[in-house]
């Protein structure tokens, strides 16, 4: 089964700093990776995928993340931090190990980040 | 375009009642899955539909269930409510069977059992 893996609960950063939120991942095959972010009380919101091509991926509100195959990481980045941009942030990817050849996103447990004045 | 449309927002169950959330996926999409989100267990998947066929499942007793009419909006019940049934349950669509476009999640449904 694929699985993501978050290890940091919380990241603290000063807002203009630039901030990393790290994911790493086992899969079989080619991952499908994704990053969602969301605010108290709310749904997920879609940041960045990564599906194929470039290892760069430039997503929404300035983040993007960077596929490292040989690492086994897909972290996220913002090179300058807003107070706005603390939230819940979650790493998943595609299982399609469905019986019905369905799929699924299976999350890592999600990074909390703070942004300080 | 419209999003994801979750209803209701909020709702209130004793133990022991059952429930029904409802989710209209993005116009064209036919693929439907469910989470549940707690604090304890995280984002847990419940279930995918496409095109009205259940092709996946996961690990939740079979008090949850869900159905996906010919319109691809979605509903999914849950019978004989528990306490630890209290969650936020999140629904997401995608256009296609292989989830190439990604997923577009929902405000979800906050349910509390009492």
């Known amino acids: 089964a694929q699985s993501v893996a978050q290890p940091e609960d919380q990241v603290n950063v000063a807002e203009g700093n630039p901030l990393t939120v790290k994911c790493t991942y086992s899969?079989?095959?080619?991952?499908?990776l994704f990053w969602y972010v969301q605010y108290p009380n709310r749904g997920l919101q879609f940041l960045l995928k990564y599906i194929t091509g470039d290892n760069l991926v430039k997503g929404s509100y300035g983040f993007e993340a960077e596929f490292n195959k040989s690492q086994t990481s897909f972290h996220l980045k913002k090179p300058s931090a807003l107070v706005s941009d603390s939230a819940l942030y979650f790493c998943a990817v595609r299982d399609m190990g469905g019986p019905g050849g369905g799929n699924k996103l299976t999350f890592g447990t999600g990074t909390q980040l703070k942004v300080e004045l | 375009k419209a999003g994801v449309t979750q209803t209701p927002r909020y709702l209130i169950k004793t133990r022991g009642q059952q429930v029904t959330l409802s989710c209209s996926p993005i116009s064209g999409h036919r693929s439907v899955s469910w989470y549940q989100q707690t604090p304890g267990q995280g984002l847990q998947f419940l279930f995918e539909y496409f095109s009205e066929t259940q092709r996946n499942k996961g690990n939740f007793p079979g008090r949850f269930s869900g159905r996906q009419f010919s319109n691809s909006r979605s509903e999914m019940n849950v019978s004989t409510l528990e306490l630890g049934d209290s969650a936020l349950y999140l629904c997401?669509?995608?256009?296609?069977?292989?989830?190439?476009?990604?997923?577009?999640f929902g405000s979800g449904t906050r349910l509390t059992v009492v």
């Open positions: 997401a669509s995608s256009l296609d069977a292989g989830a190439r476009g990604g997923y577009t």
């Open positions: 899969v079989s095959g080619n991952p499908y």
